[in-house]
C-alpha cells in the first residue's frame, strides 16, 4: 500500500470522514445518516452512495482522541478495502489527529507476504490511500507516523515467513532495511556465543541444523547517555525439543519470533525518525528441534555470567535464550533501561487472552511508562505480578535454579517472569509477555489477520515520551 498526503481527492474514489457525536455532515449525507440513525458514535459507520461515489461516515465518539480517530481509519478500511483506491478526509482535523487515521488505516490494511504474491487477483485490491489534509505540521505528523507504521510493517512479515524461510540466518538476512536506516547490526555465531559463555542459547539451538545466533542491533541517537536496550525471544520455530508439543497447532510455532520481529521493528521505527535516544536491540535468535544433539530434561546449563540452570522442560526454552541475552545486554551495554519481549507462556493467554500482553517489572516507573505507551498506542498491557513465593518454586537441588517449576496448573508466566528477573541484575527491567496478542486468526473492524507486530508502536512511543528527553534521562 501506499499513502499520498494531498488536499483534494481523486475522482471516482470512496472516501471516509470522521464524524463526531452530533457532528456536522455533508448536506448530501444528512437523509441518509437520518434514516440509518448514525450520530457519530464511535466504532458505527454509515455508507452514502451518490452518482457513482461512495461516501463512508465513521463516528469517533465525543471528544476523539487520537486512538479514536487510529479507530476510525481502521474501521475505513475494514469497509472499503476491496476497493483499488481510497481517500481518508481528515480535512479539519490537527495533524496529529489526522496522521492517527492514516496510521489506522494502514495497520488494517496490511496483509502477510504471502498474499502479495499471490496470482488470484482477489487477494489485495487496496493499494492506495489519499489522505486529504490541510493541517499545518501535517507532513512532520505523518512522517513519525509512517516510521511506526514501517517498523510495524517489518516485524508482521518476518513472524508471516514460514520458518523454512525465517531461519535464524533468514532472519537476519531481512534486516537490510535498518541497515540502510543507519542501524549497525553485528552478529555473534557459534564460535564467539562460546567464547561469551552463553550456553543457554547454545544448547537451545543446539539439536538444529540451523544454528543460533545473537544479534546487536545499535542506533547511536544524539544523547550523550545510556542506551535503552530491548531483548527479544527469537526461536524461529519451536517444536517443543524432546519435550515435543502436541501436533495440533504446531504450525503457529513459527510465530515464536515475535519478540525478536517486534524489537527489530521498533529499532527501524526509531532510525526512520532519527529518534535522539541511543538504542539498542540484543535478539536471541534459534530453533528448538529433536536431533541427536538436543537438550534434555535434566541437563544443567551454565549461563553468561556463570548461572547454573537446570532443565526441567525443554518446551521452556524462551526463558532460556532471554536469560543469556539478558545477562549480556546488561553487562556488555550498561543500559539505563531494559524491555524484552517474548512470546513465553500459554498461561498468560489463560489469564490475559487476545486483548493485553503481561506486563512484569522490578521498577515501578518505567512499568508505568511502558502501560502509558501501550494505552496510547492501543497495545495494551497488565502489570502481573513477581514475589518470592514463585522464585521458591524454581528452587534446584542441581543448580542455582531450575527453568520452571515442576507439575501441573502452575502460574507459568509469573515463574518464568520471576525466572528472567534472576538475570537483570540492578537494571530497570520490564519484561513483556505477549503471547497470545501477536497474532490475531481472522480479521475484524480494528484488526488485519495475521501478525500485529505488537510491541513495535509501544516501544517507538516509550522512547519518545521517556528516553528523548536529556532533562529526564
Known amino acids: 500500500m501506499k499513502l499520498r498526503i494531498g488536499s483534494s481527492a481523486p475522482k471516482a474514489v470512496a472516501v471516509a470522514l470522521p464524524v463526531p457525536l452530533g457532528g456536522a455532515l455533508p448536506d448530501e449525507a444528512e437523509a441518509a445518516a437520518r434514516v440509518a440513525g448514525f450520530s457519530g458514535v464511535a466504532g458505527t459507520c454509515c455508507e452514502v452512495r451518490s452518482l457513482g461515489q461512495v461516501l463512508l461516515l465513521v463516528g469517533v465518539g465525543p471528544s476523539p482522541t487520537e486512538a479514536s480517530y487510529r479507530s476510525a481509519g481502521a474501521l475505513a478500511v475494514a469497509r472499503l478495502g476491496g476497493l483499488k483506491r481510497i481517500a481518508l478526509d481528515a480535512r479539519g482535523l490537527l495533524a496529529g ?3 492517527a487515521f492514516a496510521l489506522g488505516a494502514m495497520l488494517r490494511g496490511w496483509t502477510p507476504p504471502q498474499n502479495r504474491r499471490d496470482p488470484n487477483p482477489e487477494a489485495q485490491k487496496l493499494a492506495n490511500i489519499d489522505l486529504l489534509s490541510n493541517a499545518p505540521g501535517i507532513e512532520a505528523a505523518w512522517s513519525n507516523a509512517e516510521a511506526a507504521w514501517q517498523g510495524a510493517k517489518l516485524a508482521r512479515d518476518l513472524v508471516a515467513l514460514p520458518s523454512d524461510v525465517l531461519s535464524p540466518d533468514g532472519f537476519i538476512d531481512r534486516l537490510e532495511p535498518l541497515r540502510k536506516a543507519g542501524v549497525s547490526i553485528t552478529v555473534l555465531k557459534r564460535r564467539a556465543l562460546a567464547h561469551e559463555g552463553l550456553g543457554a542459547l547454545l544448547a537451545v539451538g543446539r539439536g538444529s541444523a540451523h544454528r543460533p545466533r545473537l544479534v546487536l542491533l545499535r542506533w547511536e541517537g544524539a544523547l550523550e547517555t545510556p542506551p535503552v536496550v530491548f531483548v527479544g525471544k527469537g526461536i524461529t520455530f519451536d517444536t517443543g525439543g524432546i519435550c515435543i508439543k502436541p501436533a495440533d497447532k504446531m504450525w503457529e510455532m513459527r510465530a515464536d519470533m515475535a519478540g525478536a520481529a517486534a524489537c527489530a521493528g521498533a529499532m527501524l521505527s526509531l532510525a526512520l525518525r532519527r529518534s535522539a535516544a541511543p538504542a539498542c536491540a540484543v535478539l536471541a535468535l534459534a530453533e528448538n528441534a529433536i536431533g541427536a544433539e538436543a537438550y534434555r530434561p535434566g541437563d544443567v546449563l ?3 555470567g556463570g548461572k547454573t540452570i537446570e532443565v526441567i ?4 526454552e524462551g526463558r532460556l535464550v532471554l536469560a543469556d541475552a539478558l545477562g549480556w545486554a546488561v553487562a556488555r551495554l550498561k543500559p539505563q533501561a531494559v524491555i524484552d519481549l517474548a512470546t513465553l507462556t500459554g498461561s498468560i493467554v ?13 521498577d515501578d516507573a518505567l512499568a508505568a511508562y511502558v502501560a502509558a505507551a501501550g494505552e496510547a498506542t492501543g497495545e495494551l498491557v497488565w ?5 518470592a513465593g514463585y522464585r521458591e518454586a524454581l528452587n534446584s537441588d542441581i543448580a542455582d535454579i531450575a527453568n520452571c517449576a515442576k507439575g501441573r496448573y502452575q502460574p507459568d508466566a509469573s515463574h518464568a517472569a520471576t525466572f528472567l528477573s534472576e538475570f537483570v541484575g540492578e537494571a530497570a527491567w520490564v519484561h513483556l509477555d505477549i503471547a497470545g496478542v501477536e497474532a490475531r486468526e481472522a480479521a475484524d473492524d480494528r484488526h488485519a489477520a495475521g501478525a500485529t507486530g505488537f510491541g513495535v508502536r509501544l516501544l517507538d512511543r516509550l522512547v519518545s515520551q521517556r528516553f528523548e528527553d536529556p532533562h529526564r534521562a
Open 97 to 99: 489527529s489526522a496522521a
Open 302 to 304: 551454565t549461563t553468561f
Open 313 to 316: 522442560d525443554t518446551d521452556a
Open 350 to 362: 489463560v489469564g490475559l487472552g487476545h486483548e493485553m500482553g503481561g506486563l512484569f517489572s522490578n
Open 383 to 387: 502489570r502481573m505480578p513477581l514475589g
